[in-house]
């Protein structure tokens, strides 16, 4: 079983939807959870962060923590053309004074948004 | 553009052969990691240096190895190639060292460098 688990869909949306991205995961040491984006033939970029229980907004993306039931989630309100795009979840380790270089990746959603 | 450059970004050989891919970190950074990314196994976290010295390991096959040299450039070695080595490799680089979301330690990824072998 993999530390985290994301659903690779493709996932199709019509422009102006709200979209819901989604992970699991499975190891209690995580406290840093990011989402990626990436582009088509592009590297990841960090699109959002958090590091506690809650939510986070950020203009029409809002990042959630649920680190009870280890699950964290990327809303894109207002979804444009330009969001489509493999979102990646990402979360790192944080261990007594110091962290750890790993990022831990879900597999990636692709997301298109049409028109 | 992430400031992190790599080279080549395409590169075809063949099974049995070894190359080399190359990353220059942004200007400053100290630290560089590795991941390969394939369509079964996603992004997938290989090896970190900092400042010249490892510092993290993933799940590095033993036929591949890395480096960073003094002007902070790394150059990961792949060998005895295989099919299943196929595979886009990124490089990040970030000012310190560990893997939270600060803006000292966000990881930026390079376009990467795609590998197929035949």
């Known amino acids: 079983q993999k530390e985290v688990e994301q659903d690779p869909g493709p996932l199709s949306v019509p422009e102006g939807a709200i979209v819901s991205l989604n992970c699991t995961y499975s190891?209690?040491?995580?406290?840093?959870f990011m989402w990626y984006r990436q582009y088509s033939r592009k590297g990841p970029e960090l699109l959002m962060y958090t590091y506690s229980s809650g939510n986070k907004e950020d203009g029409r993306f809002t990042a959630q923590v649920d680190k009870s039931s280890k699950y964290i989630s990327l809303f894109i309100r207002d979804s444009q053309p330009s969001d489509s795009a493999t979102y990646l979840c990402a979360m790192s380790v944080w261990a007594g004074g110091t962290s750890y270089g790993k990022l831990t990746f879900g597999q990636g959603t692709i997301l298109t948004v049409h028109p | 553009d992430s400031g992190v450059t790599q080279t080549p970004k395409h590169l075809i050989t063949a099974t049995g052969q070894r190359v080399t891919l190359r990353c220059s970190p942004r200007?400053?950074?100290?630290?560089v990691y590795w991941y390969q990314q394939s369509l079964d196994q996603g992004l997938q976290f290989l090896i970190q240096?900092?400042?010249?010295?490892?510092?993290a390991k993933g799940n590095i096959l033993e036929r591949f190895s890395a480096q960073q040299f003094p002007d902070l450039h790394s150059e990961l070695n792949l060998s005895s190639l295989e099919l299943g080595d196929s595979a886009l490799y990124f490089c990040?680089?970030?000012?310190?060292?560990?893997?939270?979301?600060?803006?000292?330690?966000?990881?930026?990824f390079g376009p990467g460098t795609r590998l197929l072998v035949l």
């Open positions: 990040a680089s970030s000012s310190l060292a560990g893997a939270t979301p600060t803006p000292q330690e966000t990881q930026y």
């Open positions: 200007s400053g950074d100290l630290s």
């Open positions: 240096y900092y400042n010249g010295e490892e510092r």
């Open positions: 190891n209690s040491a995580f406290q840093y």
